[in-house]
C-alpha cells in the first residue's frame, strides 16, 4: 500500500541528484563515440528499471514527495529555500533537473548567484549560448514566489509578467534579486531581476493570491 512506502533518505537522494546532474550536464555536450554511448544507455536503463518499483505514486509538491493537505509552514524552515522546497525544479536538492540555485535571505530580500550550464540552453546569443526564456521565467517564478513566502506570506502565482531585456548567458555568472513590493487584500505584489555583470538581462513582476494556501 502507497502508505506504507519507507521514508525517502534524504542525504542518499541529494549525493544520487549530484550524480545525475553531472550525467547530464556531460550528456548534453557530448560527441562521445556511438559505442560508448550504447554502453552509457544501458547502465542507465539498468538503473531506471532497478528504481521504478520503488517510486511514490503521488500526488507530487515541491515541499514533500507526496503532496498532503496543506499545513501553516514553520517560520524557520522559511529561511531556506533549499529545506522548504526540496524536490523543486529551481531550488530542490531532491531534483535532478533543478541546477539547484541556492537563494539566501535577508533583510527582506532573496539574492542569489548562479551559472546555467548548456542544459539550459535557449537561443544563441552569446558566446555559449543563453539561457531559454522559458527557464528565466521558471526561476523568476520560483524566486519571487520564496520572496513572499520568506516575508510570512503564502499564495501561488496569479500573474507573472517578464522582460527579457538582453540575453542571458549559459556559463556566466548571473545574480538575480527579488523583493516584496506591498500587498492589496488578497493579491501579493513581487518584483525581481537578473543582472550579468552589472547589466539587467531580465526582469520580472509577479501578482500572487492568498487566502488559497495557509500563511506560515
Known sequence: MPGKLPKPDTGALSALNDSLRRVERAVRVSRAPTALLADARAVLDDLAAKLA??????????????????????????????????YSPVVGPLNPISPPIEFEYRDGVVRA??????????????????????????????????????????????????RYLEFTPIGEPIRMEGRFVRREGRKIFARGEFRHEGRVTAEAEGVFVTSVFPAP
Open 53 to 86: 518499483p520503488h517510486g511514490d505514486p503521488g500526488p507530487y509538491s515541491q515541499m514533500t514527495l507526496r503532496a498532503g493537505f496543506p499545513r501553516p509552514l514553520d517560520p524557520e524552515l522559511t529561511q531556506d529555500a533549499s529545506r522548504l522546497f526540496p
Open 113 to 162: 548567484e548562479a551559472v546555467f550550464d548548456a542544459r539550459y540552453a535557449g537561443p544563441p546569443g552569446t558566446r555559449h549560448g543563453s539561457v531559454h526564456g522559458g527557464v528565466v521565467a521558471l526561476v523568476m517564478d520560483e524566486l519571487l514566489g520564496y520572496v513572499n513566502v520568506a516575508n510570512g506570506i503564502a499564495g501561488p502565482t496569479g500573474t507573472l509578467t517578464v
